[in-house]
């Protein structure tokens, strides 16, 4: 069974600030998405990694993948309050249509 | 295009009311998704469709009932539900052949509540 861990679950960070949301999981996997969720809202695509060592950095976050270690980071620079959101990783078995979410974390950036 | 829609936004339902949700997408993409997500929790798998066959079922209640009437749409009917069913749910797809990319587009979801 594939299983997706994100840590922290819970993060509080100030304006200006640096920090990463790391994302496990526990399978071979050939798709990792990350996914951004505001309150009451559905799921908004940040980023799609395909490949060992792909990078994809989209205004102040990027995304990274090393499918040896089967982990994703999600790094933030310089956040503002306008990242306050929930993140989600979710994975792809290889081959398989099924997506496993991790259980998110919840952002919060304060002035 | 990169859309998909879902109908209704919102939904009250009484525990013995017959209703539809529905999902349309015109990506051309193949597989499409019904996730149920409760407050501040991920979304869970129900179904999955691909080339407009019931390929996953999560071990779903049937008084949830999905149909695939052609590429474009999904819809799920909901019968006798109980109010724990009362979700925030969502519908996505992904899976263009021939592109390799495969993002996954979520619809802005139906909120249900279940009276």
């Known amino acids: 069974e594939l299983k997706v861990e994100q840590n922290p679950l819970f993060l509080s960070m100030q304006e200006g600030k640096n920090y990463t949301i790391y994302c496990n999981y526990s399978t071979t996997s050939d798709r990792l998405y990350w996914y951004r969720q505001d309150p009451g809202k559905s799921l908004e695509s940040l980023f799609v990694?395909?490949?060992?060592?792909a990078v994809k950095q989209e205004g102040r976050l990027m995304a990274s993948l090393d499918t040896k270690a089967r982990l994703s980071t999600l790094h933030i620079t310089a956040a503002v309050h306008d990242l306050s959101a929930t993140y989600f990783c979710?994975?792809?078995?290889?081959?398989?249509?099924?997506?496993?979410f991790g259980e998110g974390t919840q952002l919060t950036v304060n002035p | 295009d990169t859309e998909v829609t879902q109908t209704p936004k919102h939904l009250v339902m009484g525990m013995t009311n017959k209703k539809s949700l529905k999902c349309e997408q015109h990506m051309g993409h193949r597989a499409m998704y019904w996730y149920k997500q409760k407050a501040k929790k991920p979304p869970e798998l129900m179904f999955v469709y691909s080339y407009e066959k019931l390929s996953i079922n999560e071990s779903v209640p049937s008084r949830f009932s999905p149909e695939c009437p052609n590429s474009s749409l999904l819809n799920l009917h909901l019968h006798a539900l109980q109010p724990e069913d009362s979700a925030l749910y969502l519908c996505?797809?992904?899976?263009?052949?021939?592109?390799?990319?495969?993002?996954?587009?979520f619809g802005q979801g139906t909120r249900l509540t279940v009276v």
């Open positions: 990694l395909l490949s060992n060592g």
């Open positions: 979710a994975v792809a078995r290889t081959s398989g249509s099924r997506l496993t």
């Open positions: 996505a797809s992904r899976y263009r052949p021939g592109l390799r990319r495969s993002e996954a587009f």
